[in-house]
């Protein structure tokens, strides 16, 4: 079986760490170890254990702002519906699987600290899918699909806020199980749509 490259493993094995036993708890020597490498090797491809946990977002986990980047390059295409479930759907199961590796990162002030400067200083951060989405809903709004006086921003941030909160709100039924992602997705734009699209466009 041919073996993986040294980065490659080093972002599994981040991955798996980061899910399990959270991004505070996951150090840089425990990883190396689980990619059976050297911590100095690890050096070799990332800058610290915040790029990592950057890249392990980028690279391991459902692609968000591609999609968010590629419809707002070309508004108009697909139907509003079909654009906003399929962000929808991304978007859950980008916060499901990111939301355990980040928990962690609250509990250590000084961690997020330099977390939230090593996002600053990629132009990376939290808020910039929101940001996106807010740029293809006025993309859209160009186009005529989504009425002029929507309050593109607070729509973007009401949907990818919806699900953030469907990663963790759930653990505490009886069941533990969170609301499937496509019906969460599809209620959830179909309620969107209600305040922001166009009533005379019939496929949007």
């Known amino acids: 079986m041919e073996t993986?490259?040294?980065r490659a493993r080093i972002l599994d094995a981040a991955h798996e760490l980061m899910r399990t036993v959270g991004l505070a708890r996951a150090t840089t020597k425990e990883i190396a170890k689980a990619a059976d490498c050297s911590e100095a090797a690890l050096y070799k491809y990332f800058d610290s254990k915040e790029d990592l946990f950057v890249q392990?977002?980028?690279?391991?986990?459902?692609?968000?702002?591609?999609?968010?980047d590629s419809l707002a390059a070309e508004p108009g295409q697909g139907t509003l519906?079909?654009?906003?479930t399929g962000i929808a759907r991304q978007?859950?199961?980008?916060?499901e699987q990111s939301f355990p590796i980040a928990a962690s990162l609250f509990a250590e002030t000084q961690l997020k600290r330099r977390h939230d400067e090593a996002l600053r200083a990629i132009g990376a951060g939290p808020h910039l899918p929101i940001e996106d989405l807010d740029a293809y809903l006025?993309?859209?709004?160009?186009?005529?699909?989504v009425r002029p006086d929507a309050d593109t921003f607070s729509a973007a941030a009401l949907l990818l806020g919806a699900c953030a909160h469907r990663a963790f709100a759930f653990d505490a039924t009886e069941s533990g199980k969170r609301p499937p992602v496509d019906d969460f997705a599809a209620?959830?734009?179909?309620?969107?749509?209600g305040g922001i699209s166009v009533p005379e466009s019939p496929r949007g």
């Open 4 to 6: 993986k490259p040294a």
């Open 187 to 193: 209620g959830l734009v179909r309620t969107l749509l």
């Open 138 to 145: 006025r993309a859209e709004q160009a186009t005529g699909r």
């Open 56 to 68: 392990v977002l980028m690279e391991r986990l459902p692609r968000l702002t591609t999609l968010l």
């Open 91 to 95: 978007a859950a199961l980008f916060y």
């Open 81 to 84: 519906r079909e654009n906003l």
